[in-house]
């Protein structure tokens, strides 16, 4: 008998944690290394946010909770949808859980069969891939560019969708290009996507508030109503409220789906920690300032690393609408070789020769689907961005 599970053999472990890791690593080795891999704010979780969870805990609010999430933070997330996105929702279309991660394998395990398939544009967010096949579906992918601003096209999604397909993951600001849908471009997705009336719509939302040059945040359900019996609006208080290490994350959907997907939470985690759901109740319902500030704050990172990538030698970095990634290509450096005569021919090879030549840890393309590529996470300050670009520059010029 085998020790392990066959149907997690396919299944990697996430390529961005390993990467945090790795600098961890040899930063206690000693070396001076820039991580741009983590994809969290460096920001610090707000004191009234932190200050409702001190409350709780001094409250007694540190037992069970309903599994799906308390009837507060349910409102508050109600309120959130209604306020921000226009939508409207009912607390059984409403589940809470254990971070953003948690909603999206739910919302997969709760709905996927043998044979389902899952669309997801390329590049993807990193664990979209294994999720599908941890819960037991196929993962299919929708290819988009450099050229096209990392977005698919109604006709890229009109040729993959097959009778088998069961979701499009969707993902805008996206991690890990930064890429954002005006309302125009999610109209003309969603012209495709009425004409296949049984594929369900997945809209990650994580990175809604954090939005550059005056960019207009708009999500699937909201833009195409129609839609709304077959969308799963998924959201989180990871990166706008930099709540990370809370893990809340929630969605509003099709009552059948919700339902299910609480039932599997009922038997799996139970409820997200109740201290963390009044911190994020604290966070949906109290001032919501310092969200823009931030955003300002990452778009001046953005734009200065942008322009310091671009100056590198065989970068070409196009400046994102969203997020706080950029996602340069490399094609200009594919076929150099390393001061020590490695060849670089992949994006790992360039990855791995930043990390031993310049002590940079980036996340190569590879791992996102779409090479050659990297991806330069900037939720970090200033000084030590132009630290990292300035050596990205060196390591690039130092090719041959
Ligand atoms: N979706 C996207 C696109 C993300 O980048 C992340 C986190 O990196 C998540 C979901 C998950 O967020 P959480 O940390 O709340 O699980």
Redo the contacts with the bound molecule.
């Keep these: 008998m085998d020790l392990l599970s066959h149907s997690l053999a396919k299944v990697k472990p996430s390529p961005t944690l390993a990467v945090t890791a790795k600098a961890a690593e040899l930063r206690a080795q000693g070396r001076d290394v820039i991580g741009l891999g983590a994809?969290e704010p460096d920001f610090d979780t707000p004191d009234p946010i932190k200050e409702a969870a001190i409350a709780a805990i001094r409250a007694g609010d540190t037992k069970y909770t309903k599994a799906d999430g308390t009837p507060a933070l349910k409102a508050a997330v109600i309120d959130k949808f209604k306020r921000e996105n226009g939508l409207d929702y009912k607390p059984d279309q409403i589940i809470v859980s254990c971070?953003?991660?948690?909603v999206?394998i739910n919302a997969l395990m709760a709905t996927l069969n043998p044979g389902d398939e899952v669309l997801i544009p390329r590049p993807y967010?990193v664990s979209y891939p294994d999720m599908v096949l941890i819960a037991g579906g196929t993962p299919r992918f929708i290819d988009s560019s450099l050229e096209t601003g990392f977005k698919i096209t109604p006709e890229s999604l009109e040729a993959a969708i097959t009778p088998q397909t069961k979701w499009l993951i969707f993902?805008s600001p996206s991690?890990p290009s930064g890429a954002a849908y005006s309302r125009a471009e999610l109209k003309a997705l969603a012209a495709v996507l009425l004409r296949h009336p049984d594929v369900l719509v997945l809209s990650?939302d994580?990175y809604e508030h954090i939005v550059y040059d005056g960019f207009e945040f708009t999500t699937m359900a909201e833009v195409e109503p129609a839609l709304y019996e077959r969308v799963l609006t998924m959201n989180?208080v990871?990166k706008a409220y930099a709540m990370?290490g809370w893990r809340i994350?929630y969605a509003g959907g099709p009552t059948r789906i919700v339902k299910t997907m609480a039932k599997l939470q009922s038997q799996t985690t139970s409820n997200p920690c109740s201290i963390s759901q009044a911190a994020a109740v604290a966070a949906l319902n109290g001032p919501q300032d310092f969200i823009a500030k931030r955003a300002r704050a990452f778009q001046e990172r953005r734009d200065l690393v942008v322009r310091l990538l671009n100056e590198a030698e065989g970068i070409s970095c196009p400046l994102p609408d969203g997020a706080f990634y950029v996602y340069p290509s490399i094609a200009g450096l594919i076929g150099k070789s390393t001061p020590d005569g490695k060849r670089i021919e992949t994006d790992l090879d360039f990855s791995t020769y930043l990390l031993e030549q310049e002590s940079v840890a980036a996340v190569h393309g590879e791992a996102f689907g779409l090479s050659p590529h990297f991806r330069v996470s900037y939720a970090t300050s200033s000084d030590i961005l132009r630290e990292a670009c300035t050596r990205i520059q060196r390591a690039c010029a130092s090719l041959r």
């Design positions: 994809g971070g953003g991660k948690h999206i967010w993902n991690n990650d994580m989180g990871s990370t994350g």
